[in-house]
């Protein structure tokens, strides 16, 4: 997959426009899903993902391989969803839902949705870099290296955020009655 969207990056690079077509549709949902995550605010979404393409359709040229394309992507993709969001904020001061998992027996999916339901509304509560973090560890699998990368900050301070943003969510997991198993009190 890394091959062949460096190979796509290439041909946006030389305005391709089919090839920035094919990246389009390779990573559009991708894309939503994170800036959503990251920003819990649908108005921002459209205007972060289609200013993430055009940075991609104007900045091909510039992905130097030193990092796999879709790293390079999300954190186009980090930089333009913040930025989106502090407009928002801007203009009026306001601020979510995990994936589902695997068909299960009605009570074990009961739970499994009201945990996500407070897991979600949990990472609402973070600051954006703290999500981020969270977001890229466990819902896209990016190693610490990699979201260095995609945020723009050394290791440690990705390890940092990382350490605030857990200790934050179990302080709020247990306010709502959650334990550290992932279940009711």
Known sequence: MDDRDALL?????????????????RYYQRLFGFIFKLTRRPEVVEEALNDTLLAVWKGAGSFGGRSRPSTWILGIAHRQALKSLSRVRRAERDPGTLPEESPEGPESLAARRELASTLGQALTQLPPDQRAVVELTYFHGCSYAEISSIVGCPVNTVKTRMFHARRRLRGLLAAAGVDEAGGGR
């Open 9 to 25: 990056l290439e041909r946006v690079a030389a305005k391709d426009r089919g090839a920035f077509q094919e990246l389009y549709q």
